[in-house]
């Protein structure tokens, strides 16, 4: 069981009503941006990191998101060089690089070299599309996302593990002398897992490449759907899919009392939470789904395959919510959705012995061998931060790993994925168990 | 109403759809990044006299997509090949917005393809001053609200109007697809063409612009007027970036008129 530490790392000197205001994160003006802030923040989660490290989680996992207060990595590679230096023995987990819009793959593959090579051999890569507000932020064309996601993999992989020099003539990459001199520590190259939020594209193409597949707090019921995809294309690969293959990340406040955890947690709404990563007109860009997720979505708005929320669709096409500056009533509507998440089990607020119960039906549904919990958003102080971490790294962990032993929850570091041979015409093992979903309401 | 079909053409090696309609001289017409948006009272009152040749724009729904077009050059390429595989040229054509763009490109490639050359709020060309206004980051009815002066046009509500169908938002999403794919960067415009454009001579043209138009500043109707020699121009006033449904009966008169010349 891998247990991995993760933060957005927020802009903690926003004011609410600029976010409620903008209707989203994204695109709030820079004109608010603090430097003396954004300093003591950035060097603030550095030392967090560390401090995860400190208190024996076996992964540190970093993100990347551009022009947004929401996270502030937006050079991730920038703080994994940092850490990689600064750290010793933790891993070093990125989720993920955007490759479709940073559109530079030769230089990712320098870069992550570079970041295995001071680290020495401690670098998970991941990879992701990018938001769909990314594509807009780095006018990357988002009718080519997928193509260019793939091609770049590809590039990557051929770079780090094809002797050098070569030349490279793609469809939307082109490189004279491939010959980076950097190569990875790890051969033949670092470990991937793939964070998604339940795009059946991604998790086909995890499966065809047997990455394990994170789910970013997804709903249970569509995101056991999708490991049973997942499965099933993996049987057509020819191997067995099971705990090493999958990994769950879950927003996660723990405080010494119950009261104090509810009164903070709420920070994982403040300005409106995920849901308000990006307005709807920048979280749907052209071209950036397929067509049969565009069907799906245009027959079956209430689906969640692609973690658009009915009502974002219902926005794009109709023009957008009216504007209210009843922001109470808005907060409002956020705190009954932060009810409702924890209700759902995609939010764990609580103390250790409340959320333990929780947690481990998390596990026994998902079977994920890479856990991942999410630290607090909004602005909260540091110490309550790190009471949250030490809370989970001493109090929830143990007993979590005990149990993950118990269901026989084996790493990606333990059993490769993709190792397992599938024969055909046999039953695939389960790689879900859906028993305890009928008492929370889920069932179906 | 006109008699008008719709017809499957193996045409340039592309499956492409073609609307047909009407009698007389043919007059190509080249929709829009929205997607062709049916037969209009436009087309009726034209058809009397001219045979509308309106072919649908692969990856718009209806003519597949083409995987080797990735610019409005590309396309402009493709739409040539149909038009003397046809046998039409020189034909005459009316385009709106980034059909607009297509067709200067057509004309850029071979200046005697065209009888007469209609513009309407053409994209293709750096505005002189302004910007294109951005399609992309808005969503579908934000976009179609922007295209009109005004949006209780009767013939406005009758094809954007009530609720929208889940066909209409995946046809919508189609087309802003294709056009994110071929017009993204440069957005809608090509640097070169406006020094191609310079080599059309004697080429019948008319820009057409709503005085109220958001989408096209009249930045990229001097641009046009400029690149191209002897070009003329016309606004309608109090229309936006649909003239021929805002004010149907000028729209026509003004392209009746010219045709004719």
């Known amino acids: 069981m891998q247990i ?17 205001k903008n209707k989203a994160y994204f695109a709030v003006s820079n ?16 030392d967090e990191y560390c401090y995860a490290e400190e208190l024996g989680f076996d992964a540190v996992a970093l993100n990347e998101h551009h022009g947004n207060p929401f996270c502030m990595g937006s050079v991730m590679n920038v703080e994994a060089s940092i850490l990689a230096r600064i750290t010793k023995k933790v891993r070093i987990v990125l989720i993920g690089n955007p490759l479709p819009v940073l559109k530079h793959p030769l230089r990712m593959a320098e870069e992550l070299a570079e970041i295995d090579l001071i680290s020495r051999g401690r670098l998970v890569t991941g990879w992701v599309r990018g938001a769909g507000s990314e594509q807009f932020f780095n006018n990357a064309n988002p009718a080519y996302n997928r193509e260019m996601f793939n091609e770049a993999h590809d590039f990557i992989v051929q770079a780090w593990t094809k002797p050098g020099p070569w030349r490279y003539e793609g469809k939307h990459f082109h490189y004279r002398h491939v010959n980076p001199w950097a190569l990875p520590y790890q051969k033949p190259h670092p470990p991937m897992w793939i964070p998604g939020v339940l795009s059946p594209e991604t998790a086909r193409w995890c499966a065809e490449h ?3 597949y994170l789910g970013l707090g997804t709903a249970l019921g569509p995101t056991c759907d999708l490991w049973d995809f997942y499965a099933d294309e993996a049987a057509k690969h020819g191997y067995q899919a099971g705990p090493e293959n999958f990994g769950y990340l879950i927003p996660t406040f723990l405080a010494e009392t119950e009261e104090k955890a509810q009164e903070i947690g709420k920070n994982f709404v403040f300005g409106g939470g995920q849901n308000a990563f990006s307005r709807p007109e920048h979280t749907l860009p052209p071209g950036y789904n397929s067509k049969g997720a565009i069907r799906m979505l245009a027959k079956h708005p209430g689906g969640s395959w692609l973690g658009v929320s009915p009502e974002k669709l219902r926005a794009h096409s109709d023009g957008g919510r009216p504007d209210t500056t009843d922001f109470d009533t808005v907060r409002q509507k956020l705190l009954k959705g932060y009810g409702k998440a924890q209700k759902n089990l995609q939010l764990l607020i609580g103390t250790p012995e409340s959320v333990l119960p929780k947690a481990k039906t998390l596990l026994r549904v998902l079977r994920p061998s890479i856990f991942v919990f999410f630290n607090i958003q909004g602005p909260v102080g540091d110490e309550d931060r790190k009471t949250s971490m030490r809370l989970i790294a001493q109090e929830l962990t143990p007993q979590l790993r005990e149990y993950a032993k118990e269901i026989d929850l084996v790493d990606p570091f333990e059993r490769t994925p993709g190792s397992v041979a599938y024969r055909n015409g046999v039953t695939r ?4 168990d859906r028993e305890p979903l009928a008492a929370l309401g889920m069932a179906g | 109403m006109a008699n008008w079909t719709e017809q499957k053409a193996h045409i340039a090696e592309a499956e492409l759809t073609l609307i047909k309609g009407g009698s007389g001289k043919p007059l190509l017409m080249l929709h829009d990044e929205l997607g062709f948006p049916g037969w209009m009272k436009w087309n009726d009152e034209l058809a009397a006299e001219h045979a509308f040749v309106i072919p649908l724009q692969p990856g718009f729904g209806k003519t597949p997509r083409l995987e080797w077009i990735r610019s409005f050059r590309d396309l402009a390429g493709l739409y040539s090949m149909a038009v003397r595989e046809m046998g039409l040229d020189p034909v005459d054509v009316v385009a709106f917005s980034a059909g607009g763009f297509i067709a200067a490109e057509m004309v ?8 007469h050359l209609i513009l309407v709020g053409p994209m293709g060309l750096k505005p002189e001053k302004g910007e294109i206004w951005d399609i992309f980051p808005v969503t579908i009815r934000t976009h179609l609200r922007a295209t009109v002066a005004d949006p209780g046009t009767t013939e406005f509500g009758e094809i954007y109007g009530g609720e929208m169908t889940p066909e209409q938002f995946e046809a919508f999403e189609d087309a802003r697809a294709e056009s994110a794919r071929i017009g993204w960067e440069p957005y809608m415009h090509n640097p070169s063409l406006p020094y191609l454009l310079r ?32 070009a003329k121009s016309v606004e309608i006033a109090n229309v936006g970036h649909r003239p021929e ?9 003004i392209v009746q008129e010219f045709l004719a010349s």
């Not at chain 1, 991995?4 to 409620?20: A, C, K, M, V, W």
């Not at chain 1, 093992?429 to 879900?432: A, E």
Request: glycine share 6%; with cysteine.
């Open chain 2, 199 to 230: 080599g059309v001579k004697n080429a019948s043209t008319l820009l057409i612009r709503g005085a109220e138009d958001r989408i096209v500043p009249p930045g990229c109707i001097a641009a046009y007027t400029k690149a191209i020699d002897g």
């Open chain 1, 4 to 20: 991995s530490y993760f933060t957005e790392r927020p802009y903690r000197g926003l004011n609410e009503d600029e976010i409620l």
């Open chain 2, 245 to 253: 449904i805002e004010n149907a009966a000028e729209f026509v008169k």
């Open chain 1, 429 to 432: 093992d389960p790689v879900v």
């Open chain 1, 210 to 212: 047997r990455y394990p």
């Open chain 1, 31 to 46: 004109a608010l941006f603090d430097r003396e802030q954004a300093a003591n923040d950035y060097n603030y989660y550095l």
């Open chain 2, 108 to 115: 850029a490639a071979d200046p005697k393809i065209f009888d």
